[in-house]
């Protein structure tokens, strides 16, 4: 079982800046993966930026510049500082952590957070 806790969610004006966090936890092997989407209410999900364990990043065109997706590794945890915030930005934000847990047996997870709100509001 692997559970995903999110916080550093909120209210900011725009131009203004939040470090959301994702910390990984139960039976991991192995983590491939640590992305985060996020969903505006009457629109899709939409992958906003992801890291793989080797490092590697990838950004939404949307965020480029002013998104950074980053890991601690022996955490469990990955990051996005999210600055320079605009109104739509405004959404519920999901952290999803893909990998191989251990247990009787390996299996592989894909896990999804609960969800954080980020209302970005003057």
């Known amino acids: 079982q692997v559970q995903l806790v999110e916080s550093g969610g909120g209210l900011v004006q725009p131009g203004g800046s939040l470090r959301l966090s994702c910390a990984a936890s139960?039976?991991?092997?192995?983590?491939?993966?640590m992305g985060w989407y996020r969903q505006a209410p009457g629109k899709q999900r939409e992958l906003v930026a992801f890291i793989s364990s080797s490092g590697s990043t990838n950004y939404a065109d949307s965020v480029k510049g002013r998104f950074t997706i980053s890991s601690d590794n022996a955490k469990n945890t990955v990051y996005l500082q999210v600055n320079n915030l605009k109104p739509e930005d405004t959404a519920v934000y999901y952290c999803?952590?893909?990998?191989?847990?251990?247990?009787?047996?390996?299996?592989?997870?894909?896990?999804w957070g609960q969800g954080i709100q980020v209302t970005v509001s003057a």
């Open positions: 139960g039976n991991i092997f192995r983590i491939n993966v």
């Open positions: 999803n952590v893909k990998g191989v847990s251990y247990g009787a047996s390996w299996s592989g997870y894909d896990s």
